[in-house]
């Protein structure tokens, strides 16, 4: 399937992908603003991108997977094992060694999730790329390498500092586990992510001297993600502050990415056995809103209420773990060809 070039390169509209996907940065501004004017704790900036931003976006994986009849039908199996898989992997470490083995499995679904948001900005170039046109597989290729260069290399920077890398909620203290970098390993690697951004910005210079077209909704995107991934793992100290960062921008852009997507389906009429998309086709927009927020508030109240247990965590590990693998698979256009068709994405 290849997209039809419109012009401005768009996903949906200038004012859509601005709002959502990349102007939507401000969200997590805001909330770092309001962290280091003193307005809330980083255990209230962690609490409310919760139940605002991520667990309403992993409810929308939900309403393209294990609540729609034909998804089910093909991939129920699959699902039931890994959350299974899931369950067992942090339900056991969290009963028979919650002070030994458990906290690696929880690094490691820290871990995860970065890599998880990285590829969805992947993703995001890849369409803005087919609404460009005439984007070069070798390009293609480079941008992609740039967009690891401007998330990953912050976070190895970030190593350098043991402080850097720890959890802190009032008087308790969780370092993730990391490999030690060295001073000036951190510099050399701080001067690649500069050397990245500049070759990134001459090139952007050059194509568009030569007459590009429509290049800049993908330069939006660009400096989006380098601005947030800078400014959590760069700027912000705080751990927990900076995590609240780079997924609540995350979770914007997969909200708006995926409302297209159900409205679309549901405009088409499309909603046979898929319960979310049938309000949406109703327009019962508050409803689908209302179940979004209350699935947030169901996953994350045992994390909320209960303290003195490790196996209070494991709800909201469940689901964000699931939610992992199972978006891993959703947004594969060969194995699932009517994703393009309900983002608009046509054949020519």
């Known amino acids: ?109 820290i871990y995860w999730g970065y890599y998880h948001l990285v590829r969805q900005h992947y993703g995001f170039q890849r369409l803005y790329e087919r609404k460009m046109g005439g984007v070069s597989d070798r390009e293609s290729w480079w941008y992609g390498r740039y967009l690891d260069a401007v998330s990953y290399l912050p976070l190895l920077i970030r190593f350098r500092d043991p402080e850097l890398m720890t959890i802190r909620v009032g008087e308790s203290a969780s370092t993730l586990h990391h490999p030690a970098l060295p001073g000036p390993v951190a510099l050399g690697l701080l001067g690649v992510y500069g050397a990245a951004i500049v070759a990134a910005a001459v090139h952007h210079a050059w194509a568009a001297a030569r007459g590009r077209k429509v290049w800049v909704p993908r330069a939006l995107l660009l400096l989006s993600v380098t601005a947030c991934f800078a400014l959590a793992a760069l700027v912000v100290s705080d751990l927990i502050v900076a995590i609240a960062i780079v997924t609540t921008f995350h979770n914007i852009q997969y909200l708006g990415l995926v409302w297209f997507h159900n409205r679309n389906r549901a405009d088409a009429q499309q909603t046979h056995g898929n319960a979310p998309i049938g309000w949406l086709a109703a327009r019962r927009f508050a409803l689908y809103a209302a179940v979004s927020i209350v699935y947030g508030l169901i996953i994350f109240a045992p994390r909320a209420a209960i303290r003195g247990t490790r196996l209070a965590e494991l709800p909201l590990g469940l689901v964000v773990a699931l939610h992992y693998y199972v978006d891993a698979r959703l947004w594969r256009f060969k194995d699932y060809p009517k994703r393009g068709a309900w983002l608009l994405l046509k054949k020519t």
């Not at 200038?14 to 102007?23: C, E, G, K, N």
């Not at 294990?66 to 969290?94: C, S």
């Open 1 to 109: 399937m290849t997209s039809s070039v419109p012009s401005s390169g768009f996903i949906v509209s200038p004012r859509y992908d601005t709002l959502l996907f990349t102007a939507s940065l401000a969200a997590p501004l805001v909330l770092w603003a309001a962290f280091s004017l003193g307005l809330m704790t980083g255990v209230a900036v962690y609490v409310a991108f919760q139940l605002v931003f991520n667990l309403p976006h992993n409810f929308q994986t939900w309403t393209m997977s294990v609540l729609d009849e034909e998804d089910r039908a093909k991939n129920g199996r699959r699902y039931a094992v890994a959350a299974l898989v899931i369950m067992l992997a942090l339900a056991v470490p969290m009963v028979l060694s919650p002070d030994g083995v458990y906290p690696w499995v929880r690094d490691a679904l």
